[in-house]
């Protein structure tokens, strides 16, 4: 009997389906259950949506999974791949609108639920679209399992006779004397991490000496892994391997490779030049970010390493194939999603799409989405979501025939009342889905910026084999010709080609981030291009802070993860003479940070410059925030250095306890600084 995987669906309140899903579980002879959601029956816990994340790697009888509140995308994803072949996935769902309530039952509102998270200002939950609930619903019928279940016969996961072929190459790659990378490619539940595992058990058992280093982006995404590896090897720390070892590392295995920063994975590759490497990683599926390692990694890989070699997996383990819970999630989520065709027949045009229309043309949005996959590495499931149901999202595409040759997303932002605005630049809130206006008014400090109308270009995509032909700029232009806010923006990983696209557009460069993102390690670049009077002297003032500031900016950066180059010389390109750092630029600078949600490399200059003036004070704190302040914000070292001079545990630590000591001290200096002491407007 193939090990196939059940679909349970279980409709009602939520009291009525945690109760079914209690009953199925029984049935099903298993208290292996990973609950996600409420009202978990005993002895099962409840697990919160977002720790399902950490558990990827693992594997339950049954998880269940509660969408009573909307259907989270990204958590069908993953929860459908922490199940053994032969268990089930149970979703707990509310009636469907056709399903009258019984004899005794009140009147129930049978529409179908709405994602809250998608509820962006201005708009209520009521706004919000169901094309995405409504592809589910579509598609439950055909997978889903009638009347009791079978216990289930859980057998332990049979290897396949590619993955022994890949384990094999991938002990004979990290057994080889000379330096070389092996990248291990897979969707989920293929037996990658245990591959790994059972390679390096090889490789140490005819090498037991060898030093070996196994990392991914946290502990709990290397437990498969050392599950088949030999006992002794334990979680290396990513940031451990930034630098060179003494002695050096025989040989490096990173798991789930493509959920770390490229220029972090780059700089551990540099560090350890004679080191065999071996990264696996899922390639596609709801993480989101297989296609930026391969599109933005692999191609470096290429060039540096000296010997590389690609090994795929496509064949299941956990469950068998054509595993009818897979195919279901592949449909829905568009997991499978890539660019259609390169060519149509038919006049090019561009225009707005009309999302109902879209979501009842599967070959079209499947090719829309798909672009944006193959384009972005931080697209997920959720962003299927969001393209069909946010209501300050629009989509326009340009197509030749039917082939869509690009498409973008963009969003309207802005507009806010003042007292909302006051909250953002106090950082008592974040702004979900204003992006934009968040960043501009919290962490440049422009309350201006609140009240203006804006359309933020969120994803831009242009098929892979029609680039370079312009089609990009004029999806733009499209855009530029069919609104009129007071100004257009973007936000995005920082990259040479990206600055200059935007450039040329008529886009000024009015922030970098402090921060690397998560995947990329490439700071956030805010472009802005204005349009009214007010919007273009903010812009023109926002760009010559930029200038003045961003060289102490790149200098508080520079320890974590360098930057290319290339890219640095980028950000300087075209900037406008510094503003001068006044007096009331301080007080500014000092207030955002300290008493906002500024964070201190944005402001390092200004800020420096008013502990600076005020050093007689430091005498008032105690000795750990004065060694703090004076590491951080004055000689501008690194955040771990500055923890340990301080005497703290942690670099999170040390950020906190530092907004602490500077607040303490501006408060100290002058009272006033505190804007709590004044008026709100």
Known sequence: MPRHRRLVVCRGTPAETAADAARRLAELGTTDALWVGDDPPPPLAATPPPAVRRLLGRAFTAVVLDLHGGLDADLLGQAHGLVWGGGALVLRMPPRDTEPPRDTEPPRDTEPPRDPRLAVAPYDLRAVGHRAWDRLEARLDAVASRGPLAPAAIEAPRGTEAQAQAVARLAARLREPTPSATVLLADRGRGKSSALGLALAEVLRAAPHAKVAVSAGSPESVAELLRFAPPGLRFTPLEALWTPADPPYDVIVIDEAAQLAVPALRRVALAHPRARFAFATTARGYE??????????????????????RLALSAPIRWDEDDPLERLVHDVLLLDAAPGPARGAGARRVEAIDRDALAADEARLAALFGLLVHAHYRTTPSDLARLLDAPNLEAHALLEGDAVLAATLVAREGGLDARLVEDVYRGRIRLRGHALADTLVSHSGRRDAGAMAMIRSVRIATHPDRRDEGLASALVEHVHARYAPELFGTLFGATPALLRFRRRLGYVLVRVGSARGVRTGEPSAVMVRPVGAA???MVGALAATLARDLEAQLAMMRDELPL????????????PPPAPLTGEAMREAITGYAFGPRPLEASALAIGAWIDAHRGALGRLDASSRALVEARALARRPWAEAARDAGLPSVPAAMRALRRAVRALAAAVDPSLDPDTTDEP
């Open 564 to 575: 290319d180059p290339g890219l640095r010389a980028a950000l300087f390109e075209d900037l």
């Open 288 to 309: 989101g970010t297989g296609r930026g390692f391969v599109l933005r990694f692999l191609a470096w890989l290429a060039e540096h390493a000296p010997s590389i070699e």
């Open 535 to 537: 919007a273009r002297a």
